[in-house]
C-alpha cells in the first residue's frame, strides 16, 4: 500500500487537477454545442477526479495485499489522470478549433 506520503500527495494532485478544471469550467465562455460543449468535458474530468478517489479508497478497503494494492491504485491514477488531462485538452481546444460545430 502507498505510504502516507505517496497517499496525501496523490489526494494533493487531484485536488489540484480538479481545481484547475472547475476554474477553467467557470472562466469558459457559456456556447451551447449540446454534449460536446467545452463546459461538459471539464466537468466530467472532475467527475472522473472524483471518481478516482472514491476507486481508490474502495482499494485501500477492499485489496488485502499491499503491493497489490499499490499497483493497482497506481495505475488507476495514471487512467484517472489521462482520462482527465484528455477530456481537459478538448474542452479547452475544442472552442479554439469549434470543434462543437464539426462533432
Known amino acids: 500500500m502507498p505510504d502516507e506520503g505517496q ?4 489526494a494533493l494532485r487531484a485536488a489540484l487537477i480538479g481545481y484547475g478544471t472547475i476554474a477553467c ?5 457559456h456556447a451551447d ?5 467545452a463546459r ?5 474530468g472532475i467527475l472522473v ?4 478517489l472514491l476507486v481508490q479508497a474502495l482499494v485501500r478497503r477492499h485489496v488485502s495485499d499491499r503491493e497489490m494494492a499499490a499497483q493497482v ?3 488507476l491514477e495514471l487512467i484517472g489522470d489521462a ?3 484528455l477530456l481537459f ?15
Open 49 to 52: 477526479q472524483l471518481a478516482l
Open 73 to 75: 491504485s497506481a495505475l
Open 89 to 103: 485538452a478538448l474542452g479547452t481546444l475544442g472552442p479554439v478549433f469549434n470543434v462543437g460545430s464539426t462533432v
Open 7 to 10: 497517499r496525501s500527495y496523490g
Open 83 to 85: 482520462a482527465t488531462v
Open 25 to 29: 469550467a467557470y472562466l469558459l465562455p
Open 33 to 37: 454545442h449540446g454534449l460536446v460543449s
Open 40 to 44: 461538459n468535458l471539464l466537468i466530467a
